[in-house]
């Protein structure tokens, strides 16, 4: 018996919408791939695309092996149907008391999900989207109105996905997971930058930490926490 | 200064708090508080008891700017021209001032090309360039800006933060997430459960936080 082989290719895929397009081309195998780009460069117009909700055109995208996909919209509020915070949960077909727990929104049981703040919001809505296994999973700025722990308990979570591919469109610069390979949106086309760390050379989107670790002679193996902080000892020895 | 005295909103409880003019960035937990704390200073939202005044004047007597960390809920106009004119407008300022304003002030932000789409043409970035536009458009005394940079790439938000510096509001008040912003500020204030828990330069407040993920990564190991 084969190995199930999971993979999205995108051939020569365009969207054009007056003066603004995006032309895409790459092949995404198993892992996490981060795509960054500018505010209006089409990194969630790409999202929608890959998910099957933005026609093309022009080009095709070809999904071998995937027969779940989940997307995740900039907007959490976008995603509400529930009245009540636990019924939101069971709209996604989880258990109210397990998400409540861990997301620390247990007094919160029977408030809107609107009257959340927006960082408790995301965190609620990812929660219920990463109870699930997806052969697909498209995060758009999930990292948006976290707050820093946040932050690195999704990176953990992220880093913790053994299989399927995990796409993460940000312009986060901070706290990131370990990832397979990046992406970014240059001047309307998507860039394969490769593999981190040789990837730093060629990404324009380079995070400003990065940038400035490697000046000090120290680049770090990835994009996690653990990467940054290993590489910035090394440098304090 | 703006000062707060014994001041209680629901669980928030602030006895006493000075901000001076300066960039001033509240960080701290999802649900600490920055939100409603942020609100208070726009006077969107009135403190249970206690007061809080800008330049002796209450906030709702002083010019605010105001973005919204739900980017939707900043916009009121179908017409992105029309958004950005908009607090003029409210004000009655004459048609021929507001149209110059308008686009002087799109052209500060370098986002003239969007003056003719419609706000739900716009990508979620786009959307917090034309609330801030419209925050800044009537030379606010207080600007308020609530985590508006979780939508801005680097570049964006390094071209941004040199705009809010000159655009002459006298108090800049912001939450952010992002660590690098904060230590970039005159003040910091850490909220957690509703408490100001530290208070004072980027200096004095960090070291409190070291090993938690709010300490600056290039501050240390």
């Avoid at chain 1, 990065?210 to 002679?217: D, F, R, V």
Wanted: aromatic fraction near 6%; charged fraction near 20%.
């Amino acid at each position: 018996m084969g190995v199930l082989i999971i993979r999205i290719t995108l051939n020569r895929v365009h969207a054009i919408r007056d003066d603004w397009s995006l032309s895409a081309s790459g092949t995404l195998d198993e892992g996490v791939h981060l795509v960054s780009g500018d505010v209006g460069s089409g990194k969630s117009t790409l999202a929608l695309m890959i998910a099957g909700l933005f026609p093309l055109s022009g080009g095709s995208i070809e999904k071998e092996g995937i027969t779940s996909t989940m997307l995740s919209l900039q907007f959490p509020e976008l995603h509400v149907t529930g009245l009540t915070v636990a019924e939101e949960c069971t709209s996604w077909g989880v258990s109210p008391d397990d998400i409540l727990g861990t997301t620390g929104l247990t007094g919160k049981r029977d408030v809107s999900p609107l009257s959340l703040s927006r960082g408790e919001l995301n965190r609620l809505h990812l929660a219920c989207i990463l109870a699930k296994n997806h052969d697909l999973l498209l995060l758009d700025e999930p990292f948006s109105s976290l707050d820093c722990e946040e932050k690195a308990k999704l990176c953990t979570r992220i880093g913790q996905t053994s299989q399927g591919i995990t796409i993460i469109f940000t312009h986060e610069q901070e706290i990131l997971p370990r990832v397979t390979r990046i992406w970014e949106i240059v001047d309307g086309m998507l860039v394969d930058c490769g593999t981190p760390p040789d990837a730093f050379q060629n990404w324009h989107h380079v995070p400003s930490i990065i940038e400035k670790l490697t000046a000090l002679g120290s680049i770090p193996d990835n994009l996690s926490l653990d990467d940054l902080k290993e590489a910035a000892c090394r440098i304090r020895g | 200064m703006i000062s707060i005295e014994n001041l209680r909103y629901r669980n928030l409880a602030i006895d006493a708090l000075t901000i001076r003019p300066g960039i001033t960035t509240v960080i701290g937990p999802n649900g600490s508080g920055k939100t409603t704390f942020l609100k208070i200073c726009a006077g969107i939202i009135l403190p249970d008891s206690g007061t809080i005044v800008v330049d002796d004047a209450p906030p709702r007597q002083t010019d605010i700017g105001w973005v919204n960390e739900y980017p939707d809920r900043n916009l009121l106009f179908v017409n992105v021209a029309d958004e950005i004119a908009s607090p003029l407008r409210f004000r009655h300022d004459t048609c021929d001032s507001v149209d110059s304003a308008m686009k002087s002030c799109a052209e500060t932000m370098v986002i003239t090309h969007l003056l003719t789409r419609t706000v739900r043409e716009l990508s979620g970035g786009e959307k917090i360039l034309v609330s801030l536009a419209a925050a800044l458009v009537h030379h606010p005394t207080v600007l308020i800006l609530d985590e508006y940079d979780s939508h801005l790439d680097a570049h964006v938000k390094e071209k941004n933060e040199q705009i809010i510096r000159s655009s002459g509001a006298k108090y800049i008040i912001r939450c952010t997430q992002q660590m690098d912003t904060a230590t970039q500020s005159d003040h910091v204030l850490f909220f957690d459960n509703g408490r100001v828990r530290h208070d004072g330069t980027p200096d004095q407040v960090f070291p409190f936080l070291k090993g938690t993920a709010y300490y600056p990564l290039l501050w240390g190991c």
